[in-house]
T-cell receptor
Framework: DAKTTQPPSMDCAEGRAANLPCNHS???????VYWYRQIHSQGPQYIIH???NNETNEMASLIITEDRKSSTLILPHATLRDTAVYYC?????????????FGTGTRLKVLA | DSGVTQTPKHLITATGQRVTLRCSPR?????VYWYQQSLDQGLQFLIQ???????AKGNILERFSAQQFPDLHSELNLSSLELGDSALYFC????????????FGSGTQLSVL
């Protein structure tokens, strides 16, 4: 079963930052946090991942709390094209038989 | 374009029939994953292969089976189809099946009538 909890839906005004929270209170020390998004019925797309430190790339920033029990994905300037379902999942660092489980995600709607 | 190719894009069939979905992973990727997504549902993990061998199994029905061939492409076989099997089926690939990002194909839309 999914090891993360996310709000089912969120709205964000276009041009504003979208902050998507994820709770992973049972995360282990060697488990990474990954974020993906799925636009309409397309295949999910990788966004960003992290272990302990905050991460930033051209798509988003990932803020992980010091106790690693939660994280926030930040889309700094949301556009209409960012409307999608965002999935937060945890991945062990030495995956052998781990099942890449996606939860139900957060449905983000960017409003004009 | 993720580099993962799924065929066919759409498939319409009748209850009781059998179909085969095909997936070609990105060049160099050894691991393939299959997911099922019913209407307005999340992604359900079905099965993972690594270099031809089954590595992990999720909620895959006994009527479903999969395999990964020596050229690393994979096929998902669905038999005795039921109306409830209508869904989007996604394939993903990754280099080693470890702690790395997955690259998803565009999916196969299966409609069972």
């Amino acid at each position: 079963d999914a090891k993360t909890t996310q709000p089912p839906s969120m709205d964000c005004a276009e041009g504003r930052a979208a902050n998507l929270p994820c709770n992973h209170s049972t995360i282990s020390g060697n488990e990474y946090v990954y974020w993906y998004r799925q636009i309409h019925s397309q295949g999910p797309q990788y966004i960003i991942h992290g272990l302990k430190n905050n991460e930033t790339n051209e798509m988003a920033s990932l803020i992980i709390t010091e106790d690693r029990k939660s994280s926030t994905l930040i889309l700094p300037h949301a556009t209409l094209r960012d409307t999608a379902v965002y999935y937060c999942i945890v991945i062990p660092s030495t995956s052998g038989t781990y099942k890449y489980i996606f939860g139900t995600g957060t449905r983000l709607k960017v409003l004009a | 374009d993720s580099g993962v190719t799924q065929t066919p894009k759409h498939l319409i069939t009748a209850t009781g029939q059998r179909v085969t979905l095909r997936c070609s992973p990105r060049s160099g990727d050894l691991s393939v994953y299959w997911y099922q997504q019913s209407l307005d549902q999340g992604l359900q993990f079905l099965i993972q292969y690594y270099n031809g061998e089954e590595r992990a199994k999720g909620n895959i029905l006994e009527r479903f089976s999969a395999q990964q061939f020596p050229d690393l492409h994979s096929e998902l076989n669905l038999s005795s189809l039921e109306l409830g099997d209508s869904a989007l089926y996604f394939c993903a690939s990754s280099p080693t099946g470890g702690d790395e990002k997955l690259f998803f194909g565009s999916g196969t839309q299966l409609s069972v009538l």
